[in-house]
């Protein structure tokens, strides 16, 4: 494999909603990358700050959300990079969509009920692309929306008309369209049944070998990450815990907290494990706990945990730059 | 398809039940048309007179119900409404034609004006919210909890005068001829500026308070975080995904107001003693006047019928979701 390329590098992103002391911190410090052509998988539970990061990134976050430092360095293919937290609203606008697309959690309701798809599909190519031709555009359109499996007669559809799962294959093709670098999936499968989510996602991995875009990848579903993406990184109250390759991450897991969301769920091969879950519940973001923000449900943790926030860095016990985690225990206290 | 044809036949049936009680509700009242006729022209009628004034109301005691009913259905579609009393021997008809172009003209204009510079001004205060604009919202909801009739009150005492431009009363200047001449039209232009901003002021606010409490709703629905992140243009967001959806509440409404142009500003035409068919409607009560006061419900009625179905029509346009396939 070649070296890897950075497509979208987050540092030390922080999103606070509100001002003042009223507002509460939902991510912390992130320092995230993500490579081209890789598939990154971003796990963690309700609150954890995942989709505040997905919308944070792309500067869409709704009041009272504010994006409190940080910068998002974007590469383009054969360009200088630039910081996505510098643009002017015009030249923002211009970047959303041609360079990132989102597919949003709820899917569902991501179309306008009142507009054919196809008069969606190709709002978003006439406002980055002006000079194409109309028939091109439809064009694009069509041919776009028989990559993700929905016919070309179902242009001329209204979202009602349209089932859960082909909607979501819309919205894709939708993302798509403009060949972006960079696709960020905000759940984009919980609304739907197991077996179109496996459907949708193999087509997913798919159209990425053809297209070779990136995918960040949001889930609270571990299960599908292990499976489906190149890398995991952990969140868990606003910041990351772990990152590491995904077979890595699976086998043998350093934070306890990932620890614990791998126990959660039953594998499909391999040896019978114990299920337990993880005790007690997400932090309360207007009172973190001291030190590690896991450290009251931890079941390793120790004096240390409750006094320091433990930064993320490579493991001294594994001598591997790929992964790393943030927690106090022996051998996963960053090197040097 | 279908649907249109069902909401048709729906309002005919309307239609008919309206027009049918139209024709009972006369002949159920105490006293009748006839005897205060009679005694308007206090006993200068003779008896055989008197039998042919009830045969020309349809109020005929010889015959039956039934055929008094399909007379008065003949009556109706050859538009012979019967005669007026207060204006007698006119038709009514004719009163009504010339009336209601009076009231079409101020209230429908006005609505549509209101309408329009309402729905305007909440797209733009929903859309931005907590900007100056919201500074309107207080200002808008006094506005319109004052009644119509009392604004027009206040604006004649405070307004209208012998050296004022704006006149306190009538449609147009007495000496004139009605007709297209530019006279009468500025004339007619000036004596309705004062009940129509009047009418403007009080319903303007209603139309921005519910559109910009639609906008607000709207804003916050996934396709328009879709909207923004696909790089749309902003005013595109704000028009075809935010406004375009709020909108639909809003046009039943109106449909519904349209309705209402003809009989519900009765007291601004009142206060001004402007010559349209609330008016009319006024003055028919005023001295009995069945035939008139019928015929001015005839025209509201068929008026909020129609109205309806433009809006069953509007919404069929707008709203996709209510469109049956086949």
Not at chain 2, 24 to 34: C, S
Request: with cysteine; charged share 15%.
């Amino acid at each position: 494999m070649s070296v890897k390329e950075p497509v979208l590098e987050i540092k030390d992103f922080s999103v606070d909603y509100g001002l003042g002391d009223q507002g509460v911190q939902a991510v912390r410090d992130v320092t995230l990358t993500l490579h081209r052509g890789e598939v990154l998988g971003l796990a963690g539970e309700s609150g954890s700050g995942k989709s505040t990061l997905a919308y944070g990134v792309t500067r869409l976050l709704p009041p009272p959300g504010v994006i409190s430092g940080g910068s998002v360095i974007y590469h383009p293919p054969g360009g200088d990079p630039y910081d996505v937290m510098a643009l002017t609203d015009h030249e923002l606008r211009a970047f959303r969509w041609a360079e990132t697309s989102i597919v949003f959690q709820g899917a569902m309701n991501s179309l306008n009920p009142v507009h054919k798809v196809s008069t969606q599909m190709l709002d978003v190519i006439k406002a980055h692309e002006p000079d194409l031709s109309p028939q091109a555009r439809t064009a694009r359109a069509q041919e776009m929306l028989k990559l993700v499996g929905i016919s070309a007669d179902r242009m001329d559809a209204y979202p009602h008309q349209l089932s859960g799962g082909m909607r979501q294959r819309v919205m894709i093709g939708m993302a798509l369209v403009l060949q972006p670098q960079v696709v960020i999936m905000d759940e984009p499968t919980t609304a739907l049944d197991v077996v179109m989510q496996r459907q949708i996602l193999a087509q997913l991995v798919e159209l990425r070998e053809r297209l070779g875009f990136s995918v960040l990848f949001i889930t609270h579903d571990l299960s599908l990450l292990v499976e489906f993406s190149d890398r995991i990184a952990i969140m868990y109250g606003g910041r990351i815990v772990e990152e590491a390759k995904s077979a890595d991450l699976y086998k043998d897991s350093l934070h306890p907290y990932s620890e614990g969301l791998l126990k959660s769920f039953p594998a499909l091969r391999g040896p019978r494990r114990e299920l337990s879950g993880i005790p007690g519940s997400p932090p309360d973001l207007r009172g973190m706990p001291s030190g590690c923000s896991f450290h009251p449900r931890c079941p390793h943790a120790f004096d240390r945990c409750s006094d320091e926030v433990p930064l993320l860095g490579i493991p001294s016990a594994r001598n591997d730059p790929s992964r790393s985690v943030a927690c106090w225990l022996p051998g996963r206290v960053p090197v040097g | 398809m279908k649907f249109l044809l069902q909401r048709i036949a729906f309002y005919l049936f309307t239609a008919w039940a309206a027009l049918t009680i139209n024709f009972f509700i006369p002949r159920l009242i105490p006293g009748d048309p006839v005897t205060s006729l009679i005694n308007k022209y206090q006993g200068q009628i003779s008896t055989e007179a008197i039998q042919s004034l009830y045969v020309l109301f349809g109020l005929d005691k010889n015959a039956s119900m039934w055929s008094q009913y399909v007379d008065y259905w003949g009556q109706v579609f050859r538009g012979d409404l019967g005669l007026s009393f207060t204006f007698f021997p006119t038709p009514v008809i004719d009163i009504l034609q010339q009336s209601l172009p009076w009231t079409i003209a101020l209230v429908g204009l006005t609505t549509l004006a209101s309408f329009a510079i309402g729905t305007g001004l909440g797209v733009l205060a929903g859309w931005r919210r907590g900007s100056w604009l919201d500074g309107l919202l207080p200002v808008t909801t006094f506005l319109s909890s004052i009644p119509y009739f009392w604004l027009g009150l206040l604006a004649i005492t405070l307004l209208a005068g012998p050296d004022s431009i704006f006149p306190s009363s009538g449609g147009y200047e007495p000496g004139l001829v009605p007709g297209w001449t530019p006279e009468f039209m500025g004339s007619a232009i000036q004596h309705s500026l004062l009940p129509a901003i009047t009418i403007l002021i009080s319903s303007v606010s209603g139309w921005i308070l519910s559109m910009r409490n639609m906008m607000v709703t709207v804003a916050s629905e996934d396709y328009i975080t879709v909207a923004h992140a696909k790089g749309l243009p902003e005013k595109r967001v704000m028009m075809s995904y935010a406004a375009r959806n709020a909108l639909l509440p809003n046009v039943s409404g109106f449909a519904l107001s349209l309705g209402f142009i003809v009989g519900g500003t009765l007291l601004v035409e009142i206060v001004f003693s402007y010559p349209g068919i609330g008016y009319n409607l006024f003055q028919a009560v005023g001295s009995k006047d069945y035939p008139l006061m019928q015929g001015v419900f005839l025209v509201i009625t068929l008026s909020v019928l129609v109205a309806n179905l433009i809006a069953d029509v509007a919404y069929l346009m707008l709203d996709p979701r209510t469109r049956k396939e086949g």
